[in-house]
């Protein structure tokens, strides 16, 4: 005897499930109980995990439910009003790539054949767009007019020519999707002195594993040479001129402005693109279709959500006049070998029973450090955070994820890292940097090249 409290508890779960299991028949998917793909390592689930549906262990509140007609265990499930429209073939097809994505490390690679790079040195005249009026608004949707407010990073009024720039970045793309498992790599770096005289510098530190529009378009990653985008192919900004992208890139940098560093992975955006921009013209755009121009502009793009010390919260540069080389990946490695900082390599992951995989880390006094923080603890949600020589450092770490940060260390010391999240620093989730003179540390090796 369960006695009625508890057995209306368990009437209200079974009807629940029930009701779940119409849906789910109704709408053509069939869940896979507790099934799980035998292909990916991590054992992640493919479709609707089984323990989705199961009923969760009874927690013991014995409350009284209410629950008007109500069907008891066994009764057919009641059928759902109005019935639900069928998905267009196009919606179905994009439904049954993400649910076939086995989360957290994306979908396998596919490879590009033959594999493909380029190098990039950006050359003078160059321009920053400031915040204004946007370019072709007869273009744009108008939830996103109204929401920007009129004003936009691809403004065709309010553009000003900069004396000192330079950009150069090598990238190699190697699958044509793009998930944590790609192969695609990147290094970027640009140094520029803005209309104020401030100086900017940007460095990226890794390419983003995914793409930015992962329903609209499921194979179009985070690095991606000869395609088109922007206008009206559905790819980026529909406000910027269509233009031919002989190289498009997604990832992350950190920045600094007159020598302080003011970002940790702020979204950057990098184009080699179509000249689109008439610098006879105060650099006004030529017009909406720029396909037929020649490529040789390249478009450096801190997103606004860095909330960076600069007008409208981003930067957005534009070099006219780019050189740029093209070749297998090993070509262009070695071409770009020497050219790029090198930097000494350091992974933290968080793991299993709240533990970091270190609880020390020795450096060299005088280092750049690439942090690379993954997330490998099946069971909870992370954080890192860190007292360094350029301030505090919190970086979040949903599970499975990654993230990638620099950091300098020019003096000897002991830095402290740790999990701020709940006690997970109590319970020993913590370790220290020694930084000491002539003491190695990590590997070393050119941003960008091998997963790098």
């Known amino acids: ?41 991590d054992g ?32 057919p499930p009641k059928p759902l009003a109005p019935p639900p429209r069928p998905l267009p073939e196009s919606d179905m097809q994009t439904l049954k790539v993400l649910y076939e994505r086995p989360a957290p490390m994306g979908p396998k690679p ?9 190098m990039v040195v950006g050359k003078g005249p160059l321009f920053s767009q400031l915040p204004g009026k946007p370019a072709f608004a007869d273009k744009y949707p108008p939830e996103l007019l109204e929401a920007t407010g009129e004003m936009d990073l691809f403004s065709n009024d309010n553009n000003v020519e900069l004396k000192q720039g330079e950009v150069r970045f090598v990238s190699f793309d190697r699958t044509l999707n793009d998930s944590k498992l790609s192969q695609d790599s990147m290094a970027f770096e640009a140094k520029i002195t803005d209309h104020e005289g401030n100086v900017w510098e940007i460095v990226q530190t890794r390419l983003a594993p995914v793409s930015p529009d992962p329903v609209g378009d499921p194979w179009y990653g985070g690095l991606a040479i000869d395609t088109t985008e922007h206008g009206t192919t559905h790819r980026g900004h529909p406000g910027e001129a269509q233009n ?45 279709d720029v396909r037929n121009q020649p490529i040789r502009e390249v478009h450096v793009v801190v997103d606004p959500s860095a909330n960076l010390p600069a007008p409208g ?29 090198r930097w000494t390599d350091v992974t933290l992951n968080a793991v299993p029973h709240l533990q970091w995989s270190d609880t020390e880390i020795p450096l060299a006094a005088g280092k750049t450090v690439r942090l690379i923080l993954n997330n490998m603890d099946p069971a909870s949600f992370h954080a890192f955070k860190l007292r360094s020589p350029e301030g505090e450092v919190f970086i979040p770490l949903p599970q499975g994820d990654q993230w990638t940060t620099t950091l300098a260390f020019d003096q000897p010391g002991e830095y402290e890292y740790w999990c701020p999240v709940s006690n997970h ?7 220290r940097i020694v930084v000491s003179e002539g003491v190695p540390g990590g590997t070393e090796g050119p941003p960008g090249e091998g997963g790098k």
């Open 313 to 341: 919260g981003y930067l957005h540069v534009m070099f006219e006049n780019a050189e740029f080389t093209r070749g297998t990946p090993d070509e262009i490695a070695k071409k770009a070998e020497g050219q790029f900082p």
């Open 110 to 118: 596919i490879a590009r054949d033959p594999a493909t790079a380029i």
């Open 425 to 431: 620093r109590d319970r020993g989730m913590y370790g």
């Open 1 to 41: 005897n369960v006695g009625p409290f508890k057995e209306a508890h368990m009437t209200c779960r079974a009807r629940s499930l029930g009701w779940t299991l119409a849906l789910l028949a109704t709408l053509g998917v069939a869940p896979t109980l507790g099934a799980q793909d035998p292909a990916q390592p």
């Open 44 to 75: 992640s689930r493919m479709g609707i995990p089984g323990d989705v549906l199961a009923a969760p262990a009874d927690p013991g509140d014995e409350r009284e439910i209410p629950f008007k007609n109500a069907l008891e265990p066994g009764d």
């Open 244 to 288: 031919i992208c002989a190289m498009c890139s997604w990832g992350w940098a950190d920045i600094w402005k007159n020598g302080s560093k003011v970002a940790f992975g702020a979204p950057l955006h990098v184009m080699l693109s179509s000249d689109a921009h008439d610098e006879t013209n105060g650099f006004r755009y030529h017009s909406y």
